[in-house]
């Protein structure tokens, strides 16, 4: 009987060993899209809303046929800090941000300068971000 319990006991060790830890997911990049305004529409992105997890990052990409020669990020809110790791993005067609490290709902503003055939425009999008 002694035998079988050390037996069992050691089959319980194992099946434990067995099992792997869970893991984090690896960290996603949400992207978002970039469009200058073209003829009698607006400029606006796509996500209106981006929603992403703690350690991920978001990219902003120039879209569609206008071009975006330079995207810059900023928060709306001045009482609010930047809730990613490093400085707020900026700079030319495709920026993005470090990881994520707060959670909350952030307003931000892309500032754009768009390159259309008759000279560029200054053009600003007031979308949010939400970290969960």
Not at 6 to 25: K, M
Not at 73 to 94: H, M, R, V, Y
Request: hydrophobic share 40%; net charge neutral.
């Amino acid at each position: 009987m002694k035998h079988n319990v050390v037996l069992i006991g050691g089959l319980c060790v194992l099946a434990v060993a067995a099992v792997p830890f869970s893991r984090r997911p690896a960290p996603a990049t949400g992207t978002v899209k970039v469009h200058c305004s073209q003829g009698s529409n607006a400029a606006f992105v796509t996500p209106q809303q981006v929603r992403i997890n703690v350690g991920d990052m978001v990219k902003w990409a120039s879209a569609g046929n206008v071009v975006a020669d330079s995207i810059t990020i900023e928060l709306k809110d001045s009482q609010q800090t930047w809730p990613f790791a490093g400085n707020p993005p900026a700079g030319g067609d495709t920026v993005r941000t470090g990881a994520a490290q707060q959670r909350g709902t952030y307003g931000y503003t892309v500032k754009l300068v768009c390159r259309h055939p008759s000279g560029n425009t200054h053009e600003e999008i007031d979308p949010d971000i939400i970290i969960d």
